[in-house]
């Protein structure tokens, strides 16, 4: 089955710095990479995703990169603010996401001030 | 307003018993999925069904059942063979399986032992 690994666990930046976190995936067929954002007690919600025929994609600070031949991606968020403070999470999926996601463990992103 | 409601909130379970999670959903979605998130961790697929009376295994389906008897509901029980089930539990739908739509999330449940 598929595996994503994601990296850092833990990242801390200075607010109005760039932030990166990087997942890497083992299954060649996956197809739709996803990443979720996770407040505390709260449900994870939907900031992004890329499809395998798309090498990046962006929405204001946000943007996402796939490496297909390298089986990695990765989320990029610039000019952080305190309100981007979370759990961050990356999956995977093929089949266009009928058989569910993998997700990755998290990264717990601190923005300081 | 659509989207999907998951109940109750919080959820405690006696020793030896079975609970059942509820999942409703009046997004006209045919694929719903059920995962487990436990503290620190990322989500696990437990269960998932494409379709009205299918469903199949996740990678830990082990202690636990569904039903899909209805397209807008797709319940999870917990049943006493699952024997660490305190954990922050997941439904989510999409239009239908194959689509590469996004997945979106229930609220959760939080099961703990008492």
């Known amino acids: 089955g598929e595996n994503v690994e994601q990296h850092p666990s833990t990242l801390s930046v200075q607010e109005g710095d760039s932030a990166v976190i990087k997942c890497t995936y083992s299954?060649?067929?996956?197809?739709?990479f996803p990443w979720y954002k996770q407040e505390l007690g709260k449900r994870p919600q939907l900031i992004i995703d890329?499809?395998?025929?798309?090498g990046e994609k962006k929405d204001q600070r946000i943007a996402v990169t796939l490496n297909k031949t390298a089986k990695h991606f990765s989320l990029h968020i610039t000019e952080t603010q305190p309100e981007d403070s979370a759990v961050y999470f990356c999956?995977?999926?093929?089949?266009?996401?009928?058989?569910?996601?993998?997700f990755g463990k998290g990264t717990h992103l601190i923005i300081q001030p | 307003d659509g989207g999907i409601t998951q109940s109750p909130k919080y959820l405690f379970r006696k020793e030896g018993q079975n609970v059942t999670l509820s999942c409703e959903q009046n997004?006209?979605?045919?694929?719903m999925y059920w995962y487990r998130q436990d503290p620190g961790q990322g989500l696990r697929l437990i269960y998932y069904?494409?379709?009205?009376?299918?469903?199949q295994k996740g990678d830990i389906a082990e202690g636990y059942s569904v039903s899909r008897e209805k397209k807008e509901s797709f319940p999870l029980t917990v049943t006493s063979a699952q024997k660490n089930p305190t954990a922050f539990y997941l439904c989510?739908?999409?239009?239908?399986?194959?689509?590469?739509?996004?997945?979106?999330f229930g609220d959760g449940t939080r099961l703990s032992i008492l």
């Open positions: 989510a739908s999409i239009p239908a399986g194959g689509s590469n739509q996004p997945q979106h």
């Open positions: 997004l006209n979605h045919d694929a």
């Open positions: 999956a995977a999926s093929s089949g266009g996401g009928a058989d569910g996601l993998t």
């Open positions: 299954d060649s067929a996956s197809n739709y």
């Open positions: 069904s494409q379709i009205v009376n299918d469903f």
């Open positions: 890329i499809r395998s025929n798309v």
